[in-house]
């Protein structure tokens, strides 16, 4: 059977965002840090290779872009550590990853979150756009980024009293920003949202009702803030949702099927399409797609950015055929179950190891829906 080509995102090839920091890149952002450069110096590099990997993505066949996450360090702070009222700072990490961790990054609230004007990435995106021939797709973290790992400790009594009122001013600082990447020719935006599928892990409930937070609650608050956050879009553009459980350098923080948050997810929220990781049995079996509404789009994360091996494609298509059970293989896609590099240090691959990856997809795409 041979499907219609996607007119809108996502593709049946695509992929979360990051990707493999290039050597020049490393090299240039290590002599910032030592003032070797200028900040002026460093920015024409990131240029330079940023040019380079949306040119290596639109001729391996990728419909939609995006900037590798080159110009930041963490995936989620660089966002979020420039929202008006919130500090990046090194502190103490809480949730832990299973064997390395990347430096103690935190972030806290220091003022009551104000109106999104003037954020870098809003420039990093129209750099992007400027030299994209695909679509340009952003990503950034979900509004639920700023609350899950700390609670209460990043929002002080003193600012927010009751926390339905910081609930309510993220998802409205959120919506400002979703509307000012739309603002800024943005027609694909990511919201990356690895809290949901932290919640699918018996040990995070607990840690999170231990600190006085319930899981149980947690999932429609956050549903709330996503919702909130795309309430003002323009008809054409379509908001993704990817979901993991931890990439840092490889290694993973969560485990856990979908199942205890399948049904909001699909259901109470309003983005288009899910980036599923499903690279492993840590993520669970395709049963909870059986909620996934018409109209609603998965892409199923069957390749993993974790190790350089490449997956054998006759074992891709049979786990396609399985999930296809569950929800239509018209609203299917593939991608990577992650990023190849949610901070810069990037996972345990090799960057031709990385391509080869992202080429096999675009190739299985073809062979699975005729695209």
């Not at 979900?142 to 339905?164: K, Q, T």
């Not at 795309?230 to 969560?254: E, K, W, Y």
């Not at 950015?305 to 239509?328: N, T, W």
Request: some cysteine; aromatic content about 10%.
């Amino acid at each position: 059977m041979r499907f219609m080509q996607r007119s809108k995102p996502p593709f049946r090839a695509d992929h979360v965002g990051s990707l493999l920091r290039t050597a020049p890149l490393k090299e240039a952002r290590a002599k910032r840090e030592k003032c070797e450069i200028s900040q002026h110096e460093l920015k024409a590099i990131e240029d330079r290779e940023i040019s380079a990997i949306i040119r290596k993505q639109e001729d391996i066949g990728l419909r939609a872009v995006t900037d590798g996450e080159f110009r930041r360090a963490f995936w989620n702070y660089d966002f979020l550590g420039s929202l008006p009222g919130v500090e990046a700072y090194l502190g103490e990490r809480k949730i832990k990853f299973q064997g390395v961790n990347p430096k103690p990054m935190m972030l806290r609230v220091t003022g009551k979150l104000g109106a999104f004007s003037s954020h870098p990435m809003l420039e990093h995106f129209k750099f992007l756009k400027k030299h994209a021939q695909a679509l340009p797709k952003m990503t950034i973290p979900s509004p639920s980024s700023l609350h899950f790992r700390y609670g209460r400790d990043a929002v002080p009594e003193a600012i927010y009293p009751d926390m339905s009122d910081f609930y309510r001013d993220l998802g409205q600082t959120y919506r400002q920003a979703v509307k000012a990447f739309a603002d800024a020719g943005c027609r694909y935006l990511q919201l990356d949202e690895v809290n949901f599928a932290y919640l699918c892990d018996p040990k995070l409930r607990a840690q999170v009702a231990n600190r006085g937070d319930d899981p149980e609650k947690l999932p429609a608050i956050y549903a709330g803030m996503i919702n909130a956050a795309m309430s003002d879009i323009p008809p054409d553009m379509t908001i993704a949702m990817h979901l993991c459980r931890g990439n840092f350098q490889s290694t993973f923080v969560a485990s856990g099927g979908y199942e205890p948050v399948a049904e909001i997810l699909f259901n109470t929220i309003n983005v288009h399409g899910y980036f599923m990781e499903y690279d492993s049995d840590r993520a669970g079996g395709f049963e909870p797609l059986r909620f996934v509404p018409k109209g609603k789009t998965i892409v199923l994360g069957l390749i993993t950015s974790k190790s350089g091996r490449l997956e054998s494609k006759d074992e891709i298509k049979r786990r396609i055929d399985e999930a296809a059970k569950f929800v239509p293989l018209e609203q299917l896609c593939i991608s990577p179950q992650c990023g190849f590099a949610s901070t810069e240090e990037g996972n345990i691959l090799a960057e031709d190891e990385q391509w080869a990856k992202l080429r096999m997809i675009v190739e299985l795409a073809g062979e699975v829906w005729g695209e």
